[in-house]
């Protein structure tokens, strides 16, 4: 039985350094994570929602021009073993966005 020896190469690696401060960057962003969906209407905005799997849903809205980073998270799996993809946003401070999320109508007491 012939056998075969491949050499092996010599694989340079390279330590990738982000072009940026990442101090000061995150000294002017706050970091929010969720499942990322599209904007119904609005292509310039992007959907974040905090806890898919949550009984309250509750989302935020946030301008893409806002968003100055995006990184992968895990996914989370639910006990159905269906998957959702986790992303962390690095929002810019200071900007306008909304947060939305469900709750009942009901008549609150005045004390």
Not at 23 to 34: E, L, P, R, T, W
Not at 57 to 70: N, P, W
């Amino acid at each position: 039985m012939p056998y075969f020896i491949i050499e092996s190469q010599s694989t340079n690696l390279v330590k990738y350094h982000l072009p940026i401060d990442i101090n000061q960057f995150k000294s002017m962003h706050v970091a929010f994570s969720g499942c990322l969906g599209k904007h119904p209407y609005d292509a310039n905005k992007i959907v974040l929602i905090s806890d898919p799997y949550a009984k309250n849903i509750s989302y935020y809205e946030f301008d893409c021009d806002d968003i100055g980073l995006v990184e992968k998270l895990p996914n989370l799996i639910n006990n159905d073993g269906e998957d959702v993809a986790m992303s962390l946003l690095w929002v810019k401070k200071d900007r306008i966005a909304i947060r939305s999320s469900v709750f009942i109508v009901a008549a609150e007491v005045n004390q």
